[in-house]
Nanobody, 121 residues
């Protein structure tokens, strides 16, 4: 069974930090490009960050650049998102996503169930 399970969310004060984890099973994690996507209350999905399935090239949304760091541990089949200097506008459900591409064609996609991050004093 394919699974992506996020953890590490919670309530944190502005300026604080959280580290999200996403554990994968049931598929070859290392072959997939991986991303974090979030959804704030009443809003649509927003891409946050991605890491490729090769050399580990990363990219970030402007809203989180310099504050968030994406990383992976293929040996542990785990994706991470280190979030520092959190702001109230970072409040959202955070989802991890894994995508398998053949060239430019998306062959397979998996999503986690999400973890809630609330930034509030």
């Amino acid at each position: 069974e394919v699974q992506l399970v996020e953890s590490g969310g919670g309530l944190v004060q502005p300026g604080g930090s959280l580290r999200l984890s996403c554990g994968a099973s049931g598929f070859t994690f290392s072959m997939y490009a991986k991303s974090w996507v979030r959804q704030a209350p009443g809003k649509g999905l927003e891409w946050v960050s991605s890491i490729d399935n090769g050399g580990g090239s990363t990219s970030y949304a402007d809203s989180v650049k310099g504050r968030f760091t994406i990383s992976r541990d293929n040996a542990k089949n785990t994706l991470y998102l280190q979030m520092n200097s959190l702001k109230p506008e970072d409040t959202a459900v955070y989802y991890c996503k894994a995508e398998l591409f053949s060239g430019l064609n998306l062959q397979s996609e998996h999503w986690g169930q999400g973890t809630q991050v609330t930034v509030s004093s």
